[in-house]
């Protein structure tokens, strides 16, 4: 192998309206259900991998810093199913820009994992379909599995211990009259990974045992209301979901919450829209920030209110966001 | 009848450490669960009634403040069922003092009922027992059945719709090393009653199907912990059944909670004082005050943490309270 394995992909982040949480399988990055996502536009990651015999040992570039060793180490394990496949052993350099607030909720990690299994098969010349492509980025971070899709997304929770059966795939283009707002409360690092949270939501919350049947049902109605294009359906189903798995945390023992003063007051907001006669739902995950489900065209009105109470500079619109694409090679 | 029927009752308001939440007769006031409950020492109501021809109609004054048509009515509601025992239509005049902060969530009502039962007992000289004037109390509010003890207090669920099955009895005098700490963070009037809130949860909220066998099996392990005095169990299962309560609300839908930015304040401040080595542990109830359980001897240390980040006139130390007592009447 002599020549320049290289490529450089964006991919963008997705925020589940159905929500992923739980693994039925921790090895094989199986979810206990399915979900379901909207793609979005305003947040990205750009990575470059570059296998060469240059380099020694894998090194992970993240916004200009090396990574710790940790972080090396899980990019190295998500580059071996690469290697594996082209039957390699090139090490390899990985540089990243997240175009997302790093850990606070709002999934740079499905952005990132997605962005680097495109550049992984570009690099590597793999050819693998999307379908293939989603199955390698579950293994980065479960969500990533979305992120290979543009538009709303939906991944089958697949059967038993059957990694081929646990895939993203599109479910509607989202090219109509729909936006999500992000409030940015907070910034600042988690307390706790999601994925803690979530092994100690199952591990102690009597109400996870109710997680499954839930999801089932909302994934269910909101897939209609997606097709019938009724956003009044699709926030009050996405909301009273997003609310049921804060509350399998609040259930837990010890009880936990990434609700913070900023959330409260940002989802008291949206129900003061609705009030003032907006269409406004909200969302949250594994973060303080609080996502809000709109039509675009109301998006004037609503950043309008938000003003008021809100740093406009943390209130950031996006429309539905693109399947990953090629990009330009980064200078080194 | 020529006499003067008139009493004035003291009784103290109670916090439940194994919550009441949803009734399965509203007629009736009878509770989905038994719950328990400590009678708290600094916050009580002060309440006289007086039974006498002068009154054309019922009055009730409260804080000095002659209430609306609708508080009257509940009042009057309230009187009836012991004027029928005395067989009397006498109107009656009923004053009463809250030493509680009305409707933010520190129960209010269960004093202000358990007072007003004891004093029409001994105003109309009916010699009921105090399990009788227990299920009296109930009527005006369900906590209200709690306050007619001291210490800990069980309110027994009963059986099907009887009614004289539902009561409460005393289950430990409480007379050891343990306190609680009432944080208010807001002394705002409440945005909707407890009696609504439970009502929506029962109706929208998914994992309320789990509430009661949570409930059973709480119970079961708080009496043992109390038993032992082991005020780290007490405080885990206390602290686990609240959030659980809080967690039913959160999965209601529309989705609604009681917590406001310093209710999180507090109860993040109480996993610090844990942090810190001492013995602190939260519960909350329908309104955003966090109330700390603790043994008494660190109350000392643990307002000298909480007294960084709270307003010191907002931090109540309470020891455990008696059972309701007579007091001299008020002077009119």
């Excluded at 709303?152 to 038993?160: H, I, P, R, S, Y």
């Excluded at 795939?169 to 803690?196: G, T």
Aim: proline share 5%; charged share 20%; glycine share 4%.
């Amino acid at each position: 192998m002599s020549k320049d394995y290289i490529a450089t992909y964006q991919a963008h982040t997705n925020i589940a309206l159905i929500k992923y949480w739980g693994k039925r399988n921790q090895d094989l990055m199986l979810p206990v259900t399915s979900s379901l996502s909207l793609t979005l536009e305003a947040f990205y990651s750009q990575t470059q991998v570059h296998f060469a015999k240059d380099y020694a040992s894998d090194q992970f570039i993240l916004n200009d810093q090396p990574q710790s060793k940790n972080e090396v180490q899980k990019i190295s394990n998500f580059l071996d199913r690469f290697r594996q496949l082209k039957a390699t052993d090139l090490k390899a350099k990985v540089t990243s820009y997240n175009h997302v607030p790093t850990a606070a909720g709002l999934a740079s990690s499905a952005s990132a994992f997605a962005a680097l299994a495109c550049a992984c098969n570009g690099a590597l010349e793999l050819n693998l379909p999307q379908k293939e492509l989603s199955i390698m980025a579950r293994f980065g971070s479960g969500s990533a599995s979305r992120s290979l899709f543009g538009g709303f997304v939906e991944w089958e929770k697949g059967q038993g211990d059957d990694s081929q059966s646990s895939f993203a795939h599109p479910f509607d283009e989202a090219d109509w009259d729909i936006a999500m707002i992000a409030l940015i409360v907070n910034q600042a690092a988690k307390p706790f990974s999601s994925r803690q949270a979530m092994q100690h939501t199952i591990e102690s919350s009597p109400f996870y045992a109710l997680w499954a049947e839930e999801v089932a049902s909302d994934l269910k109605h909101i897939k209609r209301a997606i097709k019938a294009r009724d956003i009044h359906q699709i926030g009050q189903i996405a909301e009273h979901n997003a609310m049921k798995m804060h509350a399998t945390m609040l259930a837990a023992n010890p009880s936990f919450t990434y609700f913070q003063a900023e959330s409260l007051q940002a989802m008291e907001a949206v129900r003061q829209l609705r009030k003032a006669g907006l269409t406004a739902y909200f969302t949250m995950d594994a973060g303080p920030n609080v996502k809000i489900i709109c039509p675009y065209s109301e998006v004037p009105a609503i950043q309008a209110h938000l003003s008021k109470a809100f740093d406009p500079q943390n209130i950031i619109v996006s429309r539905p966001g693109p399947q990953p694409f090629p990009i330009p090679t980064f200078k080194n």
